[in-house]
């Protein structure tokens, strides 16, 4: 069956090597379009809009009727950077901008041909909205080319919002407390945003600000910018805004945010009959020490409203990565990356992929193995100091006899235009009495324009761990380069980790390893092709060693063909080497033993992504193949259906199938529903299903958010666990939680 399946899965792929070299025999679009005559944004330039001083601030209701912004000049045209570069936009688009003592006010004129085709599916808040009609504001209030906060905008008036560190490092789970309304009409839509002054970090004396306006079209995934359309640059890229004028007298206030809450808690454990009702509160505490270097206190502080984890199959011997979801932690994150990921994170690696990470802040009020521990107080600096970035996290932690604490310093210094070295360190361990100390210094080196416009990045660390007890400082070190350009992608890294490195805060998933790691992507661009918009090939090596340099296992992977369409349907097709010599046995997720030995395997993997703009998308793959000395099927789906902008739901599907040679077959399923519903932009449901058959359990989430002004909020949240028994599933724990926030600015 397995050989059948991949003598299919290779014809496939014969066919689209075909459809490939048909395609490079017509045009392969690698010159860059010409500038259209009068355009104020250009490919490489830094165009310039005014901002202008107004008495009255205009009413916030996407209708951009209002005098006042007839005050300002609009800016324009907009260029295109996919699926043509640096050409106009098919459809136009116009932004002004004005002030007051309060707010920066900017108006957002959306042209549209077809307005009936304009897609909006969502109105809830920081959800993806890349595949929609929308529209990115960057800010760079600093003008510093490196760090500044994206706001973002659908037709139906959802919002997200995310600061960036250092150009490349873009935070989500920042919220910022600002408003934005938007309007459809027969010429096509309008966005209208407020953001007060009190709500960023920005110098007083400054007068130029960066700005960028970001477009995409949902039906055509047709992007463009204002400023500097090159495909490479992202919408969040600070480096590449224009520049906004006119700005004076700009006050923050005191700079002063105290944000008070209260919780109420209901658990019931069904397997001992024990429950408990809890009510308490906490506040959050920020202050504005400088324009640009910021204080945050939190005490008692509490996560009852954090998103759960998604259910996860382990089917190796190494851990699993969880992201950090705790927006205390999350804010300001980027100022604590190091080293600029060990990986050189490709268009097909996220943070999951993660092999070390010196600092991990989900270490920190939260064990091992996931139970939460109390944080009695967390304390946070941020910010930069001329040409330093600065963070300093400070956390008192409940331990099993007495306070733990956990301290972690970071502090980089700019360089070049886009470049910084620095230095981290943690000393404490949270889920333990033990000393633990990590120190290191990085340097990370980015240059948008090397050799005529491709974008040259190196990053390079070293680290080194104490453990009381465990003897003396363990290294660990890696170097990493990557260029490419619209076109190419090229990159190699090396990461060594010492047999007993130990962060405390951190994350290791191997230990005693050095991987070697070489990647080389191609895309070529076919403008004259009505119904291909690229392809992309390219291949993928991993060579993991221990200390001796004794092999340990490899993976190659030949992505033989990927074909995204005009359509915005994507295929693609590829196949995979693996080798592996386990010297001890180990257990998969499910409890099969795979003994010590050397293995090698190879398998096949097709994906098939319907349009993600479509109100019934789609996301599948199948991989078949060796796996160690059995074989495996592996089936991965996930259906999205927005039947209209308020009701969301989503179906995730992961099922494996092992045929053992030595053992009786695996048959692993996980899957997960969520259903969403938006009252308004500012309130919405959420409720999410899990099930698995290695817990054979059930969890049910709901979770209702309301947003009840800017900055505030309410949640409401109802978690239920099911367990697998003889009679059928029963009821295994209970919680109800209960929070209520607000914020008071000075």
């Known amino acids: 069956m397995k050989n059948n399946s991949i003598q299919q899965l290779a014809?496939?792929?014969?066919?689209?090597?075909?459809?490939?070299?048909?395609?490079?025999?017509?045009?392969?679009?690698?010159?860059?379009?010409?500038?259209?005559?009068?355009?104020?944004?250009?490919?490489?330039?830094?165009?310039?809009?005014?901002?202008?001083?107004?008495?009255?601030?205009?009413?916030i209701d996407g209708n951009l009727i209002d005098e006042v912004w007839e005050l300002a000049q609009p800016a324009g045209e907009f260029l295109q950077k996919e699926p043509k570069q640096n050409i106009p936009h098919s459809q136009r688009t116009e932004f002004r901008v004005i002030y007051n003592d309060n707010a920066l006010f900017i108006g957002v004129w959306c042209f549209d041909s077809e307005p009936e085709k304009i897609i909006a599916h969502t109105m809830e808040r920081d959800v993806m909205m890349r595949y929609e009609d929308m529209v990115n504001i960057t800010l760079d209030t600093f003008q510093d080319r490196r760090n500044g906060y994206v706001f973002t905008v659908n037709p139906n008036g959802a919002r997200g919002d995310a600061t960036v560190s250092n150009n490349t490092s873009r935070n989500g789970e920042w919220d910022g407390a600002w408003t934005a309304k938007c309007r459809k009409y027969s010429w096509g839509w309008s966005a209208e945003v407020a953001i007060p002054f009190k709500s960023l970090s920005f110098d007083g004396d400054n007068n130029i600000w960066g700005i960028n306006i970001y477009r995409n079209i949902g039906r055509s995934g047709e992007r463009g910018q204002w400023a500097n359309s090159r495909r490479t640059s992202r919408s969040y890229h600070v480096s590449e805004c224009g520049n906004l004028t006119g700005l004076k007298g700009l006050k923050q206030g005191m700079g002063l945010d105290i944000t008070p809450y209260l919780t109420g808690k209901y658990r019931k454990d069904y397997n001992v009959g024990d429950s408990d009702l809890i009510g308490d509160f906490g506040t959050d505490i920020r202050y504005r020490?400088?324009?640009?270097?910021?204080?945050?206190?939190?005490?008692?502080?509490?996560?009852?409203?954090?998103?759960?984890?998604?259910?996860?199959?382990?089917?190796?011997?190494?851990?699993?990565?969880?992201?950090?979801?705790?927006?205390?932690?999350?804010?300001?994150?980027?100022?604590?990356?190091?080293?600029?990921?060990?990986?050189?994170?490709?268009?097909?690696?996220?943070?999951?992929?993660?092999?070390?990470?010196?600092?991990?802040?989900?270490?920190?009020?939260?064990?091992?193995?996931?139970?939460?521990?109390?944080?009695?107080?967390?304390?946070?600096?941020?910010?930069?100091?001329?040409?330093?970035?600065?963070?300093?996290?400070?956390?008192?932690?409940?331990?099993?006899?007495?306070?733990?604490?956990?301290?972690?310093?970071?502090?980089?210094r700019n360089v070049f235009e886009q470049s910084s070295f620095g230095f981290l360190t943690t000393i404490g361990d949270p889920n333990s009495d033990n000393m633990n100390s990590l120190t290191g210094v990085d340097f990370q080196y980015r240059n948008t324009d090397f050799m005529g416009g491709h974008t040259f990045e190196v990053n390079l660390y070293t680290l080194g761990s104490y453990t009381e007890g465990a003897g003396g400082i363990e290294p660990a070190w890696a170097t990493n380069a990557k260029l490419y350009?619209?076109?190419?992608?090229?990159?190699?890294?090396?990461?060594?980790?010492?047999?007993?490195?130990?962060?405390?805060?951190?994350?290791?998933?191997?230990?005693?390893?050095?991987?070697?790691?070489?990647?080389?992507?191609?895309?070529?661009?076919?403008?004259?092709?009505?119904?291909?918009?690229?392809?992309?090939?390219?291949?993928?090596?991993?060579?993991y060693t221990d200390l001796g340099n004794d092999v340990v296992n490899t993976q190659q992977t030949f992505n033989l063909a990927s074909l995204s369409f005009e359509s915005q349907e994507l295929i693609s097709f590829s196949v995979s080497h693996f080798t592996d010599r386990p010297i001890e046995n180990f257990d998969i997720s499910d409890g099969t033993l795979i003994p010590a030995g050397n293995y090698d395997w190879w398998n096949a993997k097709l994906s098939?992504?319907?349009?993600?703009?479509?109100?019934?998308?789609?996301?599948?793959?199948?991989?078949?193949?060796?796996?160690?000395?059995?074989?495996?099927?592996?089936?991965?789906?996930?259906?999205?259906?927005?039947?209209?902008?308020?009701?969301?739901?989503?179906?995730?599907?992961?099922?494996?199938?092992?045929?053992?040679?030595?053992?009786?077959?695996?048959?692993?399923?996980?899957?997960?529903?969520?259903?969403?519903?938006?009252?308004?932009?500012?309130?919405?449901?959420?409720?999410?299903?899990?099930?698995?058959?290695?817990?054979?359990?059930?969890?049910?989430?709901?979770?209702?958010?309301?947003?009840?002004?800017?900055?505030?909020?309410m949640f409401f949240v109802f978690n239920q666990g099911y367990v697998d028994s003889m009679t059928g599933f029963v009821i295994s724990d209970l919680e109800v939680v209960a929070k209520i926030g607000a914020l008071f600015r000075f």
């Open 485 to 543: 350009d619209r076109n190419i992608e090229l990159s190699a890294s090396v990461i060594e980790i010492g047999r007993n490195f130990n962060p405390a805060m951190g994350f290791v998933r191997r230990r005693g390893t050095r991987r070697h790691m070489l990647e080389a992507d191609f895309t070529p661009y076919f403008e004259e092709v009505s119904w291909l918009r690229n392809t992309r090939h390219g291949y993928e090596a991993e060579l």
């Open 289 to 412: 020490l400088t324009p640009s270097l910021t204080a945050l206190a939190s005490i008692n502080t509490d996560f009852a409203e954090t998103e759960i984890d998604s259910r996860q199959v382990n089917l190796s011997r190494f851990p699993l990565f969880f992201p950090e979801k705790r927006q205390f932690f999350l804010e300001d994150s980027g100022i604590f990356g190091f080293g600029g990921g060990e990986s050189s994170r490709s268009r097909s690696r996220d943070s999951s992929d993660a092999l070390l990470m010196p600092f991990f802040s989900r270490r920190i009020g939260l064990s091992t193995d996931g139970r939460i521990t109390p944080i009695q107080f967390a304390g946070k600096l941020t910010g930069r100091i001329k040409d330093y970035n600065v963070g300093i996290l400070d956390v008192i932690v409940d331990g099993e006899s007495n306070l733990r604490n956990a301290f972690v310093g970071r502090v980089s």
């Open 11 to 59: 014809k496939l792929a014969a066919l689209m090597v075909c459809i490939c070299t048909l395609g490079h025999g017509v045009v392969v679009a690698v010159e860059y379009g010409l500038i259209a005559p009068g355009s104020k944004g250009t490919y490489r330039g830094r165009p310039d809009i005014a901002a202008v001083s107004i008495d009255q601030a205009p009413v």
């Open 608 to 713: 098939l992504n319907t349009g993600l703009y479509r109100k019934l998308a789609a996301a599948n793959s199948y991989t078949v193949g060796g796996f160690y000395d059995g074989d495996r099927q592996q089936l991965s789906s996930k259906i999205v259906y927005r039947p209209t902008k308020r009701i969301s739901i989503a179906l995730d599907y992961y099922l494996n199938l092992i045929d053992w040679e030595h053992f009786d077959d695996s048959t692993i399923n996980l899957v997960s529903g969520r259903f969403q519903y938006s009252f308004t932009p500012d309130l919405t449901l959420n409720n999410l299903v899990q099930y698995d058959d290695i817990s054979h359990s059930i969890g049910i989430n709901s979770r209702l958010q309301w947003e009840y002004k800017p900055g505030a909020k």
